[in-house]
């Protein structure tokens, strides 16, 4: 296995830290029988050839190698590389959802960008250890902000096509033995729509596997496929919504609107709207064995409040009424999910002008306010304030501090 891996240039190819002759070696321990040199293996390609989301040159190139792993029933941890492959391929989930991956907006903005990736030039040029220079970050700096984009969109891009390839070993991992591994392929294939027609089918005939033999399929792996199904335009069956399982019938609300939409059944409004209620504790949270699904972290509902956007303005009231009801009880971010989904309906026209006074603010601006400044959790992340909920309120023209946001409503008359 990994023939050719030696083949590459990898002192070419640039990852986040520079120069990713480091990465053969990393591929090479994730076939360890040691757990935790896998561990750390993995955890170093999540930190250079996907740093924070972001991939880079060098990350198309060990996309074969990962699949090949994959392929391989002797590779130790086939879930572990599924959900880097599947993290390469798009990034972080949030950015996505409720829609899907639009892998034609990404086609469009990353045109032109081969030129420049192939003007690039190696990490480091010198052949002196001791004087090397890195020049990488040079040129990327010397290009103009249109021409990074590219660039870099072209980057994730080929990233992108390297895994769809994988596309059809996915299909296949639908019936691997590891209910883990038939979760994280029915979530990668979620991702490929241009391959939705043979995808959807996959999940079909899994899903109806899974109906006929619930005792081997777990709620949470049948949950993915519902959810995959929904986000490559299938809707789920109506029946699901009767599931005696929560999971199941959260599933089959978020499937069935990501293709309905505003046409959306009462009875998949309401299952949505209540899992986009629901204080934390009663949505997922910690899901109990066999319940997880791996979309928006787990969260699922936030993941139903992504979700009511797609219902149209018909929902609005509900909708906002259902975020409110659940920004109290979610902190981190959770709490950010909620948050942006709220703040888009409270200011459809835009933030509020610098020194709005609280009594000029309309009905749901002023409502959202009011729970932010009783409230405590969603300021907070992991015990300690949260910048980022300051920025995102901030940047709508609210106080960006729990205590400056009560001494504004305390101007209220």
């Known amino acids: ?34 757990p935790t040199t896998r561990d750390e293996a993995l955890g170093d390609l999540y930190t250079n050839v996907f740093h924070q989301g972001n991939r880079f040159e060098a ?22 590389v599924l959900g880097l492959l599947s993290s390469l391929a798009v990034g972080f989930d949030e950015g996505f959802l409720p829609e899907g991956f639009p892998v034609a907006e990404y086609r469009r903005a990353a045109e032109g960008g081969r030129e420049l990736l192939a003007a690039k030039p190696p990490p480091w040029t010198g052949s002196d ?26 980057v994730e891009v080929a990233v992108y096509d390297a895994v769809r390839a994988g596309v059809p070993l996915f299909r296949t991992l639908l ?5 883990g591994v038939r979760t994280v392929a029915a979530y990668a294939l979620a991702w490929f729509p241009e391959e939705a027609e043979g995808s959807v089918s996959a999940l079909a005939g899994a899903l109806d596997a899974g109906r006929q033999s619930g005792v081997e399929s777990t709620p949470g792996e049948l949950a993915t496929m519902l959810v995959a199904s929904g986000l490559l335009g299938a809707a789920p069956d109506v029946r699901w919504l009767a599931d005696p399982r929560p999971v199941l019938r959260w599933a089959a609300a978020i499937g069935r609107v990501r293709v309905l939409g505003a046409a959306a059944d009462p009875a998949t409004v309401e299952e949505l709207l209540r899992w986009a209620s629901a204080p934390l504790d009663d949505a997922g949270a910690e899901p109990v064995e066999g319940e997880w699904v791996p979309f928006l972290d787990g969260d699922r509902g936030g993941y139903a409040g992504l979700a009511l956007r797609q219902l149209g303005p018909q929902h609005e009231d509900r ?26 309906l409270a200011f459809p026209d835009g933030p509020a002008a610098a020194g709005t006074s609280v009594a000029a603010l309309a009905p749901r601006q002023r409502r959202l306010a009011e729970v932010l400044g009783r409230s405590t959790e969603p300021w907070l992340i992991d015990g300690q304030e949260f910048g980022n909920v300051a920025m995102l309120v901030a940047e709508y023209g609210l106080p960006g501090s729990r205590e400056a946001m009560l001494a504004y409503l305390g101007r209220l008359p």
Do not use: C, N
Not at 175 to 179: A, L, M, Q
């Open 1 to 34: 296995m990994l023939d050719g891996l030696d083949d590459i240039d990898w002192a070419r190819l640039g990852h986040a830290y520079g120069a990713a002759d480091d990465v053969p070696g990393q591929l090479r321990a994730l076939l360890s029988p040691d």
């Open 59 to 80: 990350s198309a190139y060990a996309v074969p190698f990962l699949l090949e792993m994959l392929a391989d029933p002797a590779t130790p941890d086939p879930a572990a």
């Open 129 to 154: 250890e001791s004087k090397k220079e890195y020049v990488e970050y040079t040129y990327v700096e010397s290009l103009s902000t249109a021409e990074q984009g590219r660039l870099w969109a072209y």
């Open 175 to 179: 019936t691997h033995s590891d209910p």
């Open 319 to 344: 909708a906002f009424d259902a975020l409110l009801h659940r920004l109290p009880t979610v902190s981190g971010e959770r709490s950010l999910t909620v948050l942006g989904v709220a703040l888009r």
